[in-house]
């Protein structure tokens, strides 16, 4: 394998006397960035004596790992999983498949960090890449299911295991064709999309890291993996920090300002270069570059690249993607050519603002719609207009007037598809501001915590966010979720409220997406104070979401069944109740039998009715099945779990050890306090568990003291807004203290 130009100046001028070194260089090279970090490298190895005998760099310019041996094989053991085998290795640890029994068997993709002479920097690393993991949710995003340490003390983490291929193997097996190739990708930034918006760059995005897996009857289902050199904006850890020498990613794929080693220069707009470096690989099967491992970054057109390294192979080429050779080398110089381009600009600026604005554009080219990265002239939008319905527009042809009307429509169309682009790339730099608030080169004491800033922030929205009614009714809405997760109910339903306000007031065409949704979070956000409107608005979204065939509007109906469920079951409509929570599993289990955590959602809900129909057997099998699925969803250590095995707790109380029981109800209720803080509503409610669980075994002091001290937290925080329920523990602890 040939060296990168910066392996062959280090190597070469490593061999010089130190005061000959810089002269060479500037002999060899005129690229100052270039120059400079070889001198880096230079500079590193002089201070340290194995620096040369153990490389950073190999011949791609890729960090390796020291030259320590592993001793872990197929057949080891690491905490509860047997490693069966070797998936791959990198500079960051080694991955193995292996093999979960107990509690529950599943295989899984389990990282360990290699053994090196210099400890610290991989350790930072899996630490940042377990956190990276564990703070997305996302289907298109590999989740962590398990972490720890090994005997001899090197963490592993154990992450949901991906059968599938890289994304370049996978679609020209398939033969996907070009649209197919753009939806694909568009679900990718979806899940890059949300990387971003949790704070986490990326920075080794390529086809290896994208696997597509796909079962019989499903769609392709695209999915991220290998955070190891993630950077989490928001950490206390600078997880940009690198050891001098080391060029953490893979150079392919990396952006000018990634492969120039500048981490002040990193945001969204890194990943999005390499995610155009697959796009484009994807439409020609080449790379964009002539040298892709050297820190040029000058890219080719995609027409004059395939023209010039594959002239004899077009007719295999063109198959492997769906298309005839004419139909290929057309597509080359098209739409789809000129988004890849777009995201491989060398000036960031130049480059799609977010991932999200990079999947509307490769929709928008699926469904033959006007591109931004394309000129809108009138022969392009025309164009557009005809692929989208040729037979109409042979008519346009005769007829003058209609080809007027058609005009307009095409204008009409190009204009809602600058504004959703303007309203994507808004939101994009409105929440960026969010992102940056707690940094301290900004103004903020470096102990401004982010909730606070999420306070603040939706009290003065940046401007970005409210020049436009749809785009700050996105912003609110998005803010009110996040307050209603972080406990602050009232200051959710604020957000809530005002970002109705703004939907209502739109047109039905702009609102028809939003409304639902806004309708829904809503309905839950004042279901304790207000429970008719709420259930009204449940109603009216339930019906509104009915009507769509969108996956994610038929995903959140089922969810509007359940919140439905419970509202009638806490008016004591147990017999309504009941057939709403077994309609959204019947639903749930027919169109989203992969999704463990819907499926688990509606399992407690039917499971609540069960239980107070006194149906205790029913409530349980309902219960035991929940905690399966999320166990296998979301790993041993997650909210969810807590609350079903107290909930089994509660079930198992009349029978076998009460005290066994006792102790696991109080077990959950700490956990729940340490992952949410004292006085969240779900902390809260595991501790009135408890005390419900001590009245019932007969501790009755113990209980009036669980309850005095969880009454007393609830009533004098300012965030719990829940009337009835703070009345209903209250008339429970009063009761008790009569008998």
């Not at 806490?570 to 057939?579: F, G, Y």
Request: aromatic letters at 6%; hydrophobic letters at 40%.
């Amino acid at each position: 394998m040939s060296l990168s130009p910066l392996q062959r100046l280090f190597q070469e001028a490593s061999e010089l006397p130190a005061d000959e070194q810089a002269a060479y260089l500037e002999r060899a090279t005129n690229d100052e960035a270039l120059r400079r970090r070889v001198s880096d490298l230079l500079e590193s190895a002089s201070r340290s004596p194995d620096f040369l005998g153990s490389p950073t760099l190999d011949s791609r310019g890729n960090p390796v790992a020291d030259a320590v041996a592993s001793p872990l094989s197929p057949g080891s053991r690491i905490g509860p999983y047997e490693l069966l085998r070797k998936l791959g290795s990198g500079g960051g640890g080694i991955v193995f498949l292996a093999r979960q029994e107990q509690p529950l068997e599943r295989e899984v993709c389990l990282k360990v960090m290699r053994a090196t002479l210099d400890d610290e920097e991989p350790r930072w690393r899996f630490e940042i890449e377990r956190q990276a993991i564990a703070r997305m949710e996302h289907p298109g995003i590999a989740r962590v299911l398990d972490a720890g340490l090994t005997d001899d003390g090197r963490p592993w983490i154990a992450m949901e295991y991906i059968p599938g291929d890289a994304i370049t193997t996978w679609c020209d097996a398939h033969e996907l064709g070009l649209d197919q190739r753009a939806g694909l990708m568009a679900a990718v930034c979806d899940a890059v999309h949300h990387a971003h918006q949790k704070g986490v760059l990326h920075r080794d995005l390529k086809p290896s890291n994208v696997l597509v897996t796909s079962s019989a009857g499903a769609a392709p289902r695209p999915c991220l993996i290998d955070f190891g050199i993630a950077c989490l904006n928001d950490s206390a850890t600078d997880s940009r920090q690198t050891r001098p020498g080391r060029l953490p990613g893979t150079p392919a794929y990396m952006s000018p300002e990634q492969i120039h080693g500048d981490p002040d220069a990193l945001d969204a707009r890194t990943d999005i270069f390499s995610l155009g470096v697959i796009l484009y690989e994807l439409l020609t099967g080449v790379s964009p570059f002539r040298e892709p491992n050297s820190a040029s970054r000058e890219v080719t057109p995609p027409e004059r690249s395939t023209r010039l390294e594959l002239a004899g192979d077009v007719a295999a080429l063109a198959q492997r993607r769906g298309e005839t050779p004419q139909a290929w080398q057309r597509a080359l110089r098209g739409d789809l050519a000129l988004i890849a381009l777009k995201c491989l600009r060398r000036d960031p600026a130049e480059r799609y603002a977010s991932a999200d604005a990079l999947a509307a554009d490769l929709r928008a080219y699926v469904a033959r719609l006007p591109v931004s990265a394309s000129r809108p002239t009138w022969s392009y939008l025309a164009s557009r207009m005809i692929r989208r319905h040729p037979y109409a527009a042979a008519a346009v042809v005769v007829m003058l007037l209609v080809l007027a009307a058609a005009s307009a429509a095409i204008l009409h169309a190009q204009r809602r598809a600058v504004a959703e682009r303007k309203r994507a790339e808004d939101l994009f730099t409105g929440f960026a501001r969010l992102i940056v608030a707690g940094n301290p080169e900004f103004g903020r004491s470096k102990d401004y915590p982010l909730r606070q800033a999420v306070f603040d922030f939706a009290e003065h929205l940046p401007e970005e966010l409210t020049r436009d009614p749809r785009t700050e009714a996105r912003a609110r809405h998005t803010l009110a979720d996040a307050l209603q997760g972080m406990g602050e109910t009232a200051k959710a339903q604020e957000q809530f409220a005002r970002a109705l306000g703004l939907l209502e007031a739109m047109p039905g065409e702009d609102s028809a997406d939003l409304l639902p949704l806004a309708l829904f979070g809503n309905a839950i956000s004042v279901s304790e104070t207000q429970p008719e409107l709420a259930r009204g608005q449940m109603m009216r979204a339930e019906g509104m979401l009915g009507h769509s065939d969108r996956p994610h509007d038929r995903y959140m109906r089922i969810r509007a069944l359940c919140h439905l469920s419970v509202l009638a079951h806490d008016r004591d409509k147990l017999e309504d109740a009941e057939r709403l929570a077994r309609q959204a599993l019947g639903l749930a289990d027919a169109q989203f039998a992969g999704d463990r955590e819907l499926i688990a959602k509606c399992l407690w809900t039917l499971a609540r009715v069960e239980r107070s129909l006194n149906r205790m057997g029913e409530a349980r099998a309902l219960q035991a099945r929940r905690l399966s699925l999320i166990e296998s969803a979301m790993g041993a250590d997650s909210p969810q779990v807590w609350d079903t095995k107290a909930e089994l707790a509660l079930l198992d109380l009349g029978t076998g050890d009460p005290a066994a029981q006792l102790a696991i109800l109080e077990d959950m209720a700490r956990r729940t306090e340490n992952h949410f803080g004292a006085v969240h509503a779900q902390s809260l409610a595991r501790w009135i568990d408890y005390a419900r669980a001590l009245a019932l075994t007969g501790k009755r002091e113990e209980a009036l003291k669980a309850y005095r001290e969880t009454i007393a937290k609830a009533a004098n925080a300012p965030s719990f807004k829940e009337p009835a329920t703070l009345a209903r523990w209250r008339e429970e602890a009063r009761e008790l203290q009569e008998r």
